[in-house]
């Protein structure tokens, strides 16, 4: 078939709306196969296409990209609130972008009231974050039996060792003192956070004397932690009396004492 040939179709029809006297005319055309032969293509759209591109306006975002306005539904209203709209920008890292979420109004979806009643102690937090990273925090929150409460009561935790276990949550940090490991030790046994609770223990390992070992032998008994029981009773042999050990210990350190000296003897006698 000859490129010639002239090939050209228009169709026109009209709808129109019910109600409404306004009619829309659409046109189809078919382009000239012939300028195809001298080597040019012009397209020229329909007039009405034409006219929508005239009157084309672009609206122009009223701030720059850098810095996004800030929204009202996640302006966050606490004292420890992020107010800075582009933070995002200043943190490079996942680490640090969850650092900056730590004890942080801002996002947050839960609130812990950490405490005795008189001493409770507001702590923001996010459920994702926690649920990462503790399995009851996963079924308090998204188990079968999760509750939908904005607000948690925790009147057995003290408000530093609470927020010692979010910071080795959020920042992958651990801060212990020798005022807060026991009860840190504690809130991770309670919310089962193994690395945590091991570091507790081994910090008590190592700031273990003569005038402690009573008092972490009986909480070592207490957290089910053998090994520091172990090392309470060595400095115990090692370095007090047993006169004196006594008179600090609880009932059943003495007794799991007695068993234990009475079981190194008959051994001792064996050999």
């Known amino acids: 078939m000859a490129m010639s040939n ?3 179709k228009k169709s026109s029809k009209t709808v129109k709306r019910t109600g409404d006297n306004m009619s829309i005319s659409q ?9 195809l032969n001298n080597g040019s293509l012009s397209l020229s759209p329909p007039p009405h296409i034409v006219s929508q591109r005239e009157n084309l306006q672009v609206m122009q975002p009223a701030s720059a990209p850098g810095s996004p306005p800030s929204s009202p539904c996640v302006t966050p209203s606490g004292p420890n609130a992020t107010l800075d709209p582009n933070w995002q920008a200043g943190k490079s890292t996942v680490r640090e972008r969850n650092a900056l979420m730590f004890n942080n109004d801002l996002m947050a979806d839960i609130k812990f009231l950490v405490g005795p009643p008189g001493q409770t102690q507001v702590i923001p937090a996010h459920k ?36 010692a276990l979010l910071k080795y949550l959020y920042c992958d940090e651990i801060q212990l003192e020798d005022d807060n490991v026991l009860a840190t030790l504690y809130v991770a046994k309670k919310y089962i956070v193994p690395h945590l609770a091991k570091a507790c223990v081994t910090f008590l390992e ?3 004397t003569a005038k402690n070992a009573c008092l972490l032998l009986s909480q070592s008994r207490l957290f089910e932690e053998p090994e ?8 115990i042999d090692a370095q007090v009396s047993i006169a004196h050990s006594i008179s600090c210990l609880d009932l059943t350190s003495i007794h799991n004492g007695l068993e234990r000296r009475r079981h190194c003897s008959f051994s001792a006698h064996i050999h």
């Open 6 to 8: 002239l090939y050209s």
């Open 27 to 35: 046109t189809n055309a078919w382009m000239n196969a012939e300028t």
């Open 128 to 163: 994702y974050v926690l649920a990462i990273g503790s399995s009851v925090f996963q079924a308090m929150f998204h188990g079968g039996l999760a509750e939908c409460k904005e607000e948690i009561e925790v009147p057995d935790v003290e408000p530093s060792a609470f927020l």
């Open 206 to 208: 190592t700031s273990l």
């Open 228 to 235: 520091l029981m172990q090392r309470c009773w060595e400095v």
